[in-house]
């Protein structure tokens, strides 16, 4: 792996802070920052000050980690400068500029990939082999869901203040829970979506413009039904999956760290881990991205693939 690429960090909040260390810990030398607010990045050695086309064309790759609202213009000004792009999630919080921006990358022949580490969490990866293996059978329905309360997410400051809590800033449980949409068009191999439902609303007395619940309901062209819940609410963390399918369930729950097969000969274990190292999924898949920037090969979750779950969430 090249070591020496010079990579460029947009957003020195708390998913950019981790990219930062991470990239640090693989070995690249070479990571500058920028933030619009500077003394967020004023102890960093390596920082430009300002996106312009003078500063962006020296570098070779873009992490763009700034506010949803922003993630779009952002990249454009990247790729324009030629550089190769890692987008967090969401990919942005409408439509607006995604075909322009696609258009760049494939002109300018740039890797892109749009954040999907949740796929890179190890008892995910054993879900997904064992539909690959069609060890289910038929698969009638993915559901998945996720809940954790607002004012829990980042300790220390104040949730009224975050993006999330700001409907211009692109918040809101849906767009801030895009790995579940994700993780449900990924498992069901990216079928195409026959038809859609998506109910939110802000149901509690938390001080935000966005909404604090959601459930979506997606039929796919493959015949499998989907849905996702989601939640600002749950007091404690809550993060599960259950796929029903011909030959039997799978269940998979964060907290008991178990991937459960149920059929009518009983229920079996056939993944578990004592202890999770929850950033250990971010790691690999920069790995990830950053093996597809030296082969100059396409991700599996690039921008064309994220307007695809998006589309239906805006």
């Known amino acids: 792996m090249n070591k020496n690429l010079k990579i460029l960090i947009i957003g020195f909040g708390s998913i950019g802070a981790r990219h930062f260390k991470n990239l640090e810990s693989l070995g690249y030398t070479n990571v500058y920052v920028y933030d619009s607010l500077p003394e967020k990045i004023k102890d960093k050695k390596l920082k430009i000050e300002n996106l312009d086309k003078k500063n962006l064309e020296g570098l070779d790759v873009a992490f763009i980690c700034n506010p949803n609202h922003k993630h779009v213009e952002t990249a454009i000004k990247c790729a324009e400068a030629g550089l190769h792009l890692f987008i967090e999630k969401p990919l942005s919080h409408n439509l607006k500029g995604i075909n322009k921006l696609q258009k760049i990358v494939e002109k300018k022949k740039l890797v892109n990939m749009v954040a999907c580490n949740m796929r890179f969490f190890e008892s995910l990866q054993v879900i997904k082999n064992f539909l690959s293996e069609q060890k289910l059978g038929r698969v009638y329905s993915i559901n998945l869901q996720f809940g954790q309360y607002l004012p829990f997410w980042r300790p220390g400051t104040d949730y009224r203040q975050n993006y999330a809590a700001k409907k211009e800033m692109g ?125 100059k090969t396409e991700t599996f979750s690039g921008i064309k693939r994220a307007r695809m779950v998006l589309k239906h969430l805006v």
């Open 171 to 295: 918040g809101g449980i849906v767009l801030d829970d895009i790995h579940e949409f994700d993780l449900l068009f990924w498992l069901n191999d990216f079928s195409l979506v026959k038809k859609s439902c998506l109910f939110k609303n802000h149901a509690s007395d938390l001080e935000i413009e966005t909404e604090d619940q959601s459930k979506a309901i997606f039929e796919f062209e493959n015949g499998v039904l989907g849905s996702v819940f989601s939640d600002y609410l749950s007091k404690s963390y809550n993060r599960e999956c259950l796929i029903i399918g011909e030959k039997g369930n799978l269940r998979w729950d964060w907290n008991d760290r178990k991937v459960m097969f149920e059929s009518e000969n009983g229920i079996e274990v056939f993944f578990e881990k004592d202890q999770i190292d929850a950033n250990q999924m971010y790691v690999e898949e920069i790995k990830y991205f950053l093996e597809c920037v030296e082969e």
